[in-house]
Nanobody, 125 residues
Framework: QVQLVESGGGLVQTGGSLRLSCASS????????MAWFRQAPGKDREFVAF????????DYEDSVKGRFTISRDNPKKTVYLQMNDLKPEDTAVYYC??????????????????WGQGTQVTVSS
C-alpha cells in the first residue's frame, strides 16, 4: 500500500504563494504518474496539474496555467506544486494522487490508485 502525505497548505492572502509537497512511500515512485487535484466545498474534485514519470510532460488546468508549477524529485520520492499569484477561487483541499498507467486520460481521477489525505489551502481576499 502506497502512502502519500501532503504538506504545505495554509492561509494566504490574494496574490501570495504556497508550495505543496507530497511525499510517497512507494517503491515504484520513479515510474508513477503523479497529479494534484483539488476539491472546494460543495464541488467535485477537479484536476489541477499532472507530471509524467519522466518529468518531461506536464499539464495544467486552464485556470492555473502560468501561476502553478508541478515538479518532482524522484530520489526524494516527492512531488511539488508551486502556487503563485493565488486567488480566492483557488481555495480548496488539495490532494496528491499517483498511479502507474499510460499517460493518456491523466485528468481522470479514476486512473489514480493512490491518494493523500489532502491539505487545506485558503486564500483570503
Amino acid at each position: 500500500q502506497v502512502q502519500l502525505v501532503e504538506s504545505g497548505g495554509g492561509l494566504v492572502q490574494t496574490g501570495g504563494s504556497l508550495r505543496l509537497s507530497c511525499a510517497s512511500s512507494g517503491r515504484s515512485f520513479s515510474i508513477a504518474s503523479m497529479a494534484w487535484f483539488r476539491q472546494a466545498p460543495g464541488k467535485d474534485r477537479e484536476f489541477v496539474a499532472f507530471i509524467a514519470w519522466t518529468a518531461g510532460t506536464t499539464d495544467y488546468e486552464d485556470s492555473v496555467k502560468g501561476r502553478f508549477t508541478i515538479s518532482r524529485d524522484n530520489p526524494k520520492k516527492t512531488v511539488y506544486l508551486q502556487m503563485n499569484d493565488l486567488k480566492p477561487e483557488d481555495t480548496a483541499v488539495y490532494y496528491c494522487a499517483g498511479g502507474i498507467f499510460l499517460q493518456s486520460d491523466y485528468r481522470n481521477r479514476g486512473r489514480y490508485s493512490d491518494w493523500g489525505q489532502g491539505t487545506q489551502v485558503t486564500v483570503s481576499s
